[in-house]
């Protein structure tokens, strides 16, 4: 398994919680790494998708994920062009604070534009994901 993390993974046990969506609707980052167990994650999916208000880090899956294009992730490579084309820029004006930066698979790949671009991601059900 990849030893990079992937910033944007489902919330099973293992995994750490990154961070969660504010009322402005932009993830805000955890300053401290909170690893979830079963009972975290039953109870989050007791109340619908977690992942539609939480951010979850796990180990990047490459050749197992739906992003991947057998490089790299696409997921944030769409995520940055989508904001390119906006005539609005939202981006943050900084990078937030991260508890994995020093493996992120985005960072890895696009340096601070990807903590840019970050905080606007939240991952969807399945259905949706690779919209
Ligand atoms: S893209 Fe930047 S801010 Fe987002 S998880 Fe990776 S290192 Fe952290």
Redesign the pocket.
């Known amino acids: 398994m990849s030893t990079i993390?992937c910033?944007?993974a489902t919330c099973e046990p293992g995994a750490y919680l990154?961070?969660t969506l504010g009322s402005d609707g932009r993830?805000k980052?955890l300053r401290t790494p909170l690893r979830v167990d079963a009972d975290f994650v039953a109870k989050a999916r007791a109340n619908g998708e977690p992942e539609s208000h939480m951010?979850f880090?796990a180990p990047c899956q490459e050749g197992k994920c739906s992003h991947w294009t057998g490089a790299a992730c696409g997921l944030?490579d769409r995520v940055m062009a989508h904001l390119d084309a906006l005539e609005a820029d939202i981006r943050a004006d900084s990078?937030?604070?991260?508890?994995?930066?020093?493996s992120?698979?985005?960072?890895r790949q696009?340096g601070?534009e990807?903590?840019?671009?970050?905080?606007l991601?939240v991952r969807l059900p399945e259905a949706t994901a690779a919209e």
């Open positions: 993390t910033p944007s990154l961070g993830i980052h951010r880090a944030i990078p937030p604070p991260c508890t994995i930066r020093g992120c698979r985005w960072y696009s601070v990807a903590c840019l671009s970050c905080d991601v």
